[in-house]
Nanobody, 123 residues
C-alpha cells in the first residue's frame, strides 16, 4: 500500500502565500494523477486542483484558478500546491489524494487521502 503525508500548512495573513507539499511513499504515485482538496469548518470537502501523471495537464476549481498552482516532482514522489493571494475563505484543512487514472477525469476518482494539513488565513 501507499501513504500520503501533507505538510506546509500554517497561519498566514490575507494576501500572503504558502506552499504545501504532499510526499508519497510505498507506491509509484508518478503513475497516477494527483489532486488537492480542502475542507473548511462546517463545509463539505471540495476539489481544489488536479495534475496529470506527468504534469502535462492541470485542472482547478473556479475558486482558486489564477491564485493557486499545482505541480509535481515524480523523482521525489511529491506534489505541491503553491497558494498566492490567500483569502480568509481559503481557510481549511488541505488534503492530497491519488487518482485512479493517469489523467484528471472525475473528482470522484480520487482517494487514498493523506491526513491533511491546516491552513488558516487570518489577520
Amino acid at each position: 500500500g501507499g501513504q500520503l503525508v501533507e505538510s506546509g500548512g500554517a497561519l498566514v495573513q490575507p494576501g500572503g502565500s504558502l506552499r504545501l507539499s504532499c510526499v508519497g511513499s510505498g507506491l509509484r504515485y508518478g503513475d497516477y494523477s494527483m489532486g488537492w482538496f480542502r475542507q473548511a469548518p462546517g463545509k463539505e470537502r471540495e476539489e481544489v486542483a488536479c495534475i496529470s501523471w506527468l504534469g502535462q495537464t492541470t485542472k482547478y476549481s473556479d475558486s482558486v484558478v489564477g491564485r493557486f498552482a499545482i505541480s509535481r516532482d515524480n523523482d521525489k514522489n511529491t506534489v505541491y500546491l503553491e497558494m498566492n493571494s490567500l483569502e480568509v475563505e481559503d481557510t481549511a484543512i488541505y488534503y492530497c489524494a491519488k487518482g485512479q487514472w493517469t489523467g484528471c477525469r472525475s473528482w470522484s476518482d480520487f482517494g487514498d487521502w493523506g491526513p491533511g494539513t491546516q491552513v488558516a488565513v487570518s489577520s
